[in-house]
């Protein structure tokens, strides 16, 4: 099946530092969506991204979708304790019909007050 | 409110039983998933249904089965087949009338066999 690598997969940093992880493809996607979870808690959406090379914010967290359809990377600025958590990016092939999502193995952040 | 509910939150089973997990969703969306996740690892997917009385296997389905017998309902059957069923389960709907739009997640179900 289709894989995504996902890099790094930790980071330990200090409150109010910036974080940036990215996802790779081998395969092309049509949709590229970034998910945070809480331990014991499903995923929950952060950003959703439809075009390539399309750059979208959302409050302090931007995401870009590569213009190879290939990439993405999630940075996320002046970083506070609560954004600890695992992030998780997945593709998503298909329009309306098929759908499936592909995840990366998840990049683990820990914050340091 | 509408969401997506998965029950219970926490499972044990006897090797050799079957369990049947939860997943019902009021969002009115036409496809349902349910994946697997290990520590350490992303999610990996087992079943999908992209319409009612319709479903296909994902990436890991054997020692799993599901039905699909109501739009709300995707339940999905841990069998004793299934060798390493510990582990966190996590069903997602997704609307299919428009295109591309993403899949929302229920709050996992963690099964422990013991």
């Known amino acids: 099946g289709q894989q995504l690598n996902q890099s790094p997969q930790s980071m330990f940093i200090q409150e109010g530092e910036d974080v940036s992880m990215n996802c790779t493809s081998s395969?092309?996607?049509?949709?590229w969506l970034w998910y945070k979870q809480d331990p014991g808690e499903g995923p929950v959406l952060l950003i959703a991204?439809?075009?390539?090379?399309e750059l979208t914010s959302n409050g302090r967290l931007t995401a870009q979708f590569g213009i190879t359809r290939k990439d993405s990377f999630l940075n996320i600025s002046a970083s506070i304790p609560s954004d600890v958590g695992i992030y998780f990016c997945?593709?998503?092939?298909?329009?309306?019909?098929?759908?499936?999502?592909?995840f990366g193995q998840g990049t683990i952040l820990t914050v340091h007050p | 409110d509408g969401g997506i509910t998965q029950s219970p939150k926490y499972l044990f089973r006897k090797e050799g039983q079957n369990v049947t997990l939860s997943c019902e969703q009021n969002?009115?969306?036409?496809?349902m998933y349910w994946y697997r996740q290990d520590p350490g690892q992303g999610l990996r997917l087992i079943y999908y249904?992209?319409?009612?009385?319709?479903?296909q296997k994902g990436d890991i389905a054997e020692g799993y089965s599901v039905s699909r017998e109501k739009k709300e309902s995707f339940p999905l059957t841990v069998t004793s087949a299934q060798k390493n069923p510990t582990a966190f389960y996590l069903c997602?709907?997704?609307?299919?009338?428009?295109?591309?739009?993403?899949?929302?997640f229920g709050q996992g179900t963690r099964l422990t066999v013991v």
């Open positions: 991204l439809y075009k390539a090379g």
């Open positions: 969002l009115n969306h036409d496809a």
């Open positions: 997945a593709g998503q092939t298909g329009g309306t019909s098929y759908g499936k999502l592909t």
């Open positions: 249904s992209q319409i009612v009385n319709d479903f």
């Open positions: 395969s092309i996607f049509n949709t």
């Open positions: 997602a709907s997704r609307q299919t009338q428009l295109p591309n739009t993403e899949a929302f």
